[in-house]
């Protein structure tokens, strides 16, 4: 169980570091990944926003805890913030499964049912955002 533990630590602070070195990249040096969809389409994506969401969230916790963060923060990206809830229920059962008996629980009933409704919103979050 310990190197269970340990290895999704290690796969979490991976993600976080590598977090954190993308936004020195966009910060520091303007370099960045460009939205593929908006580039070929020109509409937004469900998840355009995304990187100045978070962004503005770490200078809120890291620079100068201005609510104008949070604001600016929200208007990214509405959709993440409400939805990321569930995914971290979604992910974190399964996790915490894996971490307590060594196996992959099965997908339940509960987990189809939240997964096709976060679908569900998503298509309709990218539909009204590109309308309004």
Not at 42 to 48: K, L, Y
Not at 77 to 103: A, D, E, R
Not at 125 to 132: K, T, V
């Given at each position: 169980m310990k190197k269970r533990i340990f290895i999704v630590f290690t796969i979490i602070m991976s993600i976080l570091a590598l977090g954190f070195g993308y936004a020195v990249l966009i910060t520091q040096y303007g370099i960045g990944l460009r939205c593929p969809i908006r580039l070929q389409t020109g509409i937004a994506c469900p998840f355009c926003g995304l990187t100045r969401m978070c962004l503005a969230l770490i200078r809120f916790?890291?620079?100068?805890?201005?609510?104008?963060?949070?604001?600016?923060?929200?208007?990214?990206?509405?959709?993440?913030?409400?939805?990321?809830?569930?995914?971290?229920?979604?992910?974190?059962?399964?996790?915490?499964?894996?971490?307590?008996?060594?196996?992959?629980?099965?997908?339940?009933?509960?987990?189809?049912?939240?997964?096709?409704?976060?679908?569900?919103?998503?298509?309709m979050w990218w539909l009204f955002r590109n309308i309004f």
């Amino acid at each position: 169980m310990k190197k269970r533990i340990f290895i999704v630590f290690t796969i979490i602070m991976s993600i976080l570091a590598l977090g954190f070195g993308y936004a020195v990249l966009i910060t520091q040096y303007g370099i960045g990944l460009r939205c593929p969809i908006r580039l070929q389409t020109g509409i937004a994506c469900p998840f355009c926003g995304l990187t100045r969401m978070c962004l503005a969230l770490i200078r809120f916790v890291f620079v100068n805890q201005s609510f104008d963060e949070l604001v600016y923060a929200y208007s990214m990206n509405q959709f993440v913030i409400y939805m990321s809830p569930f995914v971290v229920y979604l992910l974190g059962s399964h996790v915490i499964h894996w971490i307590k008996t060594g196996k992959f629980k099965g997908i339940e009933k509960t987990d189809k049912v939240i997964f096709v409704l976060l679908i569900i919103v998503m298509l309709m979050w990218w539909l009204f955002r590109n309308i309004f």
